[in-house]
């Protein structure tokens, strides 16, 4: 059961937080919203695949913003509570760490439940998804319908479409084609033409009331052929991901793996919402001030705590990628040196000061 300290220290925490990942996660979207839509503007992606990919790429970021945002939201929220001297009230009615940890531990193990579920599920099938939308807007843009008065290039521009008009039906007017056969030239002039399974890696453009040139660049002997239906078939090269990313590979696929990089991901993905606990118990002690600081005193000591702390576990995470020394004993001992950091700062704040002993001498 909460008291009504607890719901107030937890509706603080909670509130500050979700604003500073807000925050974090605006100017992340500006990011990643140029980036889509450079990538768009240049492979022709439709505007419903680019909100799609910058909904994903966002889900896949959550997983750096909500640690920092966790850790931050505490500081700054218990710095306003130290600095209009609200936890000097606290203290002296008799509340100790134990009850400013329990609610914030409470509102922490929802966000590392969340993380969690974030790093070993949704991250890698968001970026799975992600990866087959890209592909498919890809060969959308490339293989998809002929567009009126434009130059298309195929199969890697042995073959180039052009129509001087398309009908609401498709029906493409006034078409040119030129396809290349190993040394031989194919030019064919239609008034008309259809497109045939658009969008898709086997194509067919049937051609009606034409004529057709073949032949040898630079040689005399060309070939005229005046025909009523002709049929070119195209077959597209097959788009894939180049190689295999080890961040979209399923969290089961990753356990009991050997390999250098499997290790390395599946660590990160631990370290995750491991990152997100050990930067609460951090965060208390760490967000203490001292008699006339500014709330936002410590601000600048926690980013540099978490900068260190994240540095350190990518570091140990390439360590244990190339099977380096420095990852022979995991990622585990990482987290340890911000534990002792916190337990250290408790200890130096709780421990009895210098009037408190001489009194218990004096006794």
């Given at each position: 059961?909460?008291?009504?300290?607890?719901?107030?220290?937890?509706?603080?925490?909670?509130?500050?937080?979700?604003?500073?990942?807000?925050?974090?996660?605006?100017?992340?979207?500006?990011?990643?919203?140029?980036?889509?839509l450079?990538?768009?503007?240049?492979?022709?992606?439709?505007?419903?695949?680019?909100?799609?990919?910058?909904?994903?790429?966002?889900?896949?970021?959550?997983?750096?913003?909500?640690?920092?945002?966790?850790?931050?939201?505490?500081?700054?929220?218990?710095?306003?509570?130290?600095?209009?001297?609200?936890?000097?009230?606290?203290?002296?009615?008799?509340?100790?760490p134990?009850?400013?940890?329990?609610?914030?531990?409470?509102?922490?193990?929802?966000?590392?439940?969340?993380?969690?579920?974030?790093?070993?599920?949704?991250?890698?099938?968001?970026?799975?998804?992600?990866?087959?939308?890209?592909?498919?807007?890809?060969?959308?843009?490339?293989?998809?319908?002929?567009?009126?008065?434009?130059?298309?290039?195929?199969?890697g521009?042995?073959?180039?479409?052009?129509?001087?008009?398309?009908?609401?039906?498709?029906?493409?007017?006034?078409?040119?084609?030129?396809?290349?056969?190993k040394?031989?030239l194919?030019?064919?002039?239609?008034?008309?033409?259809?497109?045939?399974?658009?969008?898709?890696?086997?194509q067919?453009?049937?051609?009606?009331?034409?004529?057709r040139?073949e032949?040898?660049?630079?040689?005399?002997?060309?070939?005229?052929?005046?025909?009523?239906?002709?049929?070119i078939?195209?077959?597209?090269?097959?788009?894939?991901?180049?190689?295999?990313?080890?961040?979209?590979?399923?969290?089961?696929?990753?356990?009991?793996s050997?390999?250098?990089?499997?290790?390395?991901?599946?660590?990160?993905?631990?370290?995750?919402?491991?990152?997100?606990?050990?930067?609460?118990?951090?965060?208390?002690?760490?967000?203490?001030?001292?008699?006339?600081?500014?709330?936002?005193?410590?601000?600048?000591?926690?980013?540099?705590?978490?900068?260190?702390?994240?540095?350190l576990?990518?570091?140990?995470?390439?360590w244990?990628?190339?099977?380096?020394?420095?990852?022979?004993?995991?990622?585990?001992?990482?987290?340890?040196?911000?534990?002792a950091?916190?337990?250290?700062?408790?200890?130096?704040?709780?421990?009895?000061?210098?009037?408190?002993?001489?009194?218990?001498?004096?006794?």
């Amino acid at each position: 059961m909460l008291t009504r300290l607890d719901r107030y220290l937890l509706h603080e925490v909670a509130q500050t937080s979700v604003a500073v990942t807000g925050v974090l996660l605006v100017v992340l979207l500006s990011n990643q919203l140029a980036r889509v839509l450079g990538q768009a503007a240049q492979s022709g992606f439709p505007g419903s695949v680019v909100l799609t990919l910058i909904g994903l790429t966002t889900l896949q970021q959550l997983t750096v913003l909500v640690p920092i945002g966790l850790f931050l939201g505490i500081v700054l929220a218990l710095g306003r509570l130290y600095h209009e001297s609200e936890m000097t009230a606290m203290a002296a009615c008799g509340v100790g760490p134990v009850s400013i940890y329990r609610p914030i531990v409470i509102f922490a193990l929802v966000v590392v439940a969340l993380l969690a579920a974030l790093s070993f599920r949704v991250v890698p099938a968001a970026g799975i998804r992600a990866q087959e939308i890209r592909i498919e807007a890809l060969r959308t843009a490339q293989f998809g319908a002929l567009e009126a008065g434009r130059f298309r290039s195929f199969a890697g521009g042995d073959a180039v479409f052009y129509a001087e008009k398309v009908q609401r039906n498709g029906q493409l007017e006034g078409v040119f084609v030129q396809r290349r056969v190993k040394d031989r030239l194919e030019i064919a002039v239609a008034e008309r033409a259809e497109q045939r399974g658009a969008g898709q890696a086997e194509q067919v453009f049937v051609l009606f009331d034409g004529r057709r040139y073949e032949g040898v660049p630079g040689r005399n002997e060309w070939r005229i052929v005046e025909f009523k239906e002709h049929g070119i078939p195209v077959r597209m090269p097959e788009y894939r991901a180049k190689k295999e990313r080890r961040e979209l590979r399923p969290t089961a696929a990753l356990l009991g793996s050997e390999e250098g990089p499997d290790r390395a991901e599946l660590a990160w993905r631990i370290a995750v919402p491991t990152m997100a606990a050990v930067l609460t118990l951090l965060a208390v002690p760490l967000a203490k001030l001292r008699p006339r600081q500014g709330r936002f005193a410590r601000i600048g000591v926690a980013v540099l705590a978490y900068f260190m702390y994240s540095n350190l576990v990518a570091t140990v995470r390439v360590w244990i990628e190339k099977d380096a020394a420095g990852g022979a004993f995991g990622m585990w001992w990482v987290h340890l040196l911000p534990i002792a950091l916190a337990v250290w700062l408790l200890w130096r704040d709780e421990r009895p000061g210098p009037l408190w002993r001489r009194a218990q001498a004096g006794k």
